[in-house]
């Protein structure tokens, strides 16, 4: 036994669909949501010593835990600010890409998102409380990476910036960025083609660039003010265990969750209907870009909405 080893940490991985497989029937089709983090990027954090604890599926060495005062405590998501300050100690995280044992996946839409707003708003207190940028004993490489897991929170606020350029010029005629259309294809088409390569050659088919940007859209909304609360204002708010086996008989729509959405896309209907109203006038070329655009968003928009009709879970329980 190497006592170098603070955890071992195995992936997470479900045997019921997610409410984006369920929902919208991709059972088969589309692997779990989380399959993208919880296999290909855990295996390549392993290579840096960075592996995240998620809470589950994992073994500690006692001695280890003792030696950083247990687990930490003032966080809502102690199991990320736990592995970080073993390796930060110098304990090695070994991840083992073989799945163990599998749990219970998020199943309405509406509970994914308060999951995801929980991990948001918790990822940022681990990083306000032990910054990985001064924290004593990580690499550089760690450093960037769990910075680069706190950037990634902030998705939302990029996404929500992407989905109403278009629509404020297209609505308001705001000129959000001065450029001609080819300048803006030659930077956008390359970088288009290399993310779309990378996700093909670095996921190992768990995720695509089109279906992480129906994810992304999808919880967008949330995501973004929750990322903003906990940066900006640092409101408490309580932990509450994610709900798990739902059974209902029936078909429900959640309303609430969907408003954002819904609002998008008829923001979306309403410049396109201007759009048209100006073409005809003789206005085109930086409408027509603007356009397509939107049309781009709405589909990921279309989705999100789809993805909130609940369909009926029967069975009382799972089969496995």
Known sequence: LDARVGFVQTPQVFYNP???????????????????????????????????????????????????????TGTITEDMATGMLLQAKGYQSIFVREVLCTGLSVESFSDLIRQRERWCRGNIQVTKKWNPLTLKGLSAAQRIIYLDGLVYWFFGVQKMIYLLCPLIYLIFGTVILRASVHDLLLFWFPSYLASLLSYRALTNRSRSLSWSHIYEVAMAPYLAMAALVEAIFSRPIPFRVTPKGLNTARRSFAIRTSIACLLLLALTLLAWVLTWTSIRGGNADSLLLNAAWSLYNAIAVAMSILVCVERPRKRVAERI
Do not use: C, W
């Open 18 to 72: 997610d409410p984006f497989q369920f929902n919208l029937h991709f059972n088969r089709k589309i692997p779990n949501e989380q399959d993208f983090f919880m296999l290909d990027i855990q295996a390549a954090r392993a290579n840096y010593n960075a592996v995240l604890h998620v809470g589950t599926n994992a073994v500690f060495r006692r001695s280890a835990l003792d030696a950083i005062g247990g687990i930490p």
